[in-house]
């Protein structure tokens, strides 16, 4: 048997972090692939495949190669399903074990295979696809989180708020507005196709500009109110549906976080500042595609309120970390310190453009995020990382693991991250939605494509900045 050793304790400059060995036995074969036979596959990339390969031959885990072959392509596997409607892309890509789309995940389920698509047409076409049923979705319902594919209504009809049959779940989450821009932006600068921009997406993208401006709640408490009958009292929003008070200070309001869990203080600081940089790039492409200077005056003046009401009222001096951002805040100054797994999180503000990853702000509560100090933070047998009121206490996040890994410019860190991620797959060859942290077993969702792609693209990262990381057997 043969056992790596590692440095016990590194100090790093988001804290500290223990390294735990981990055991391989010699001359392990490898395992087959866990991925659909071709025939099944929903959806087949030359380019993927091809970057699979040439990744995979660089990883000398075993196991490590072998949960990138199995989580890398598990979007395209599983989830999609692309049609062309008169000669125009439709992508509608499900979440894995739930049978619909949500804004957000599907964004960051085939966000790893954005550097790809100057090398192959067919998954241009898929990207191109999800913008175009993404607009359609906002205009369908800005404040809606999640959608059917057609209009076959929901488990959640009777939720009181305006439910439409074309809607799954009907949570305003500000993300879910931002996700679908993060995905039409990047894929314009990366490509210069301008061919998503049509009237639909500038009809959707005004849509979110106003629906943000409706939840700065400066006139009244807004359009939008939701209730649902559940013994989960994160499932509803309190306050008649309307959520508890704020002070309209120039924040946005979001009912809900990332987990679809209902949010304590409104002014969700995560997706604030990912509304700041959406906006902005709104702006970007208004101007430099429509040519609509107005709007994208417009927009920028709404991200600079935003931004500076975040300096303002979302930054306290903590008592251990100094100056943090809080997660949640009401602008009375009222405030929330705590991190949730789910993306956009704190931790995860550099990866989405919200912040430097040098920021001493950002520095400081990702010291905080990733300490005892943060009620959802947990250290256990298996593994330590971030969990959320979602799935409750002791369950780690597999996402936040990843998250950390990709927010780090640490190589024993990252190296930990990978470490903890290879060893509490519970054997299965994919990530979870959560394991409990002395138990890997005990875990929740075995079909979640967008934290196993989001896998792959932190394997995919660390090969293209730090391949050696991947030479070595863990």
């Not at 998954?123 to 359609?136: D, P, S, T, Y």
Request: glycine share 6%; charged share 25%; with cysteine.
């Amino acid at each position: 048997m043969q056992r790596r050793k590692f440095i016990t304790r590194t100090i790093l400059g988001a804290g500290a972090v223990t390294l735990m060995p981990s055991v391989l036995m010699a001359g392990s074969k490898e395992k087959a692939t866990l991925r659909p036979p071709m025939s099944k596959r929903l959806f087949v990339s030359k380019a993927v495949e091809e970057e699979l390969k040439k990744v995979k031959k660089d990883i000398a885990d075993p196991e490590i190669a072998w949960l990138f072959e199995n989580c890398y392509p598990n979007t395209l596997d599983t989830t999609v399903y692309y049609n062309e409607e008169n000669g125009t892309p439709d992508s509608f890509i499900i979440t894995g074990d739930i049978d619909a789309m949500w804004l957000r995940d599907s964004t960051a389920q085939i966000w790893p295979y954005l550097p790809l698509v100057g090398t192959d047409p067919k998954l241009e076409n898929l990207f191109l696809g999800l913008i175009n049923r993404q607009m359609r979705c906002i205009l369908i319902d800005p404040y809606a989180n999640a959608f059917n594919k057609n209009k076959e209504g929901s488990y959640w009809k009777t939720d009181l708020t305006d439910m439409k049959p074309e809607l799954h779940e009907r949570k305003w989450e500000i993300d879910s507005l931002c996700y679908p821009i993060r995905l039409s932006y990047h894929y314009w600068k990366k490509t210069n196709d301008t061919k998503a921009f049509d009237v639909q997406w500038f009809k959707a993208a005004k849509a979110i500009v106003k629906t943000f401006k409706d939840q700065q709640r400066k006139l009244n408490r807004g359009a939008y109110t939701f209730q649902r009958i559940s013994e989960k009292p994160t499932d509803t929003m309190a306050g008649g549906g309307y959520g508890n008070p704020v002070n309209p200070v120039g924040l946005i309001c979001s009912a809900f976080r990332p987990s679809d869990d209902a949010t304590t203080l409104l002014f969700l600081v995560p997706s604030n500042l990912f509304a700041v940089t959406s906006l902005r790039q709104i702006a970007q492409i208004s101007e430099q595609v429509y040519g609509d200077k107005e709007f994208a005056s417009e927009c920028n003046s709404l991200a600079l309120e935003v931004e500076q009401a975040i300096q303002k009222y979302a930054i306290f001096n903590h008592p251990k970390h100094g100056n943090i951002y809080a997660f949640e805040v009401d602008g009375y100054g009222n405030r929330l310190y705590m991190d949730d797994s789910n993306i956009p999180s704190l931790l995860s503000l550099p990866y989405l453009g919200g912040v430097d990853r040098t920021d001493e702000v950002y520095c400081n509560t990702r010291d905080f995020v990733l300490s005892d100090d943060n009620p959802w933070f947990f250290r256990g047998k298996a593994a330590e990382g971030i969990g959320g009121p979602h799935v409750g206490v002791e369950m780690i996040w597999p996402m936040s693991i990843i998250m950390r890994a990709l927010t780090s410019n640490n190589d024993e860190e990252i190296v930990q991250c990978l470490l903890w991620l290879k060893n509490t797959h519970a054997g299965t060859g994919f990530m979870h939605e959560t394991f409990h942290m002395d138990d890997p077993k005990n875990f929740t969702r075995s079909w979640f494509a967008w934290v196993n792609t989001l896998f792959g693209e932190l394997v995919i990262k660390i090969h293209s900045e730090r391949k050696y990381l991947l030479k070595q057997v863990f």
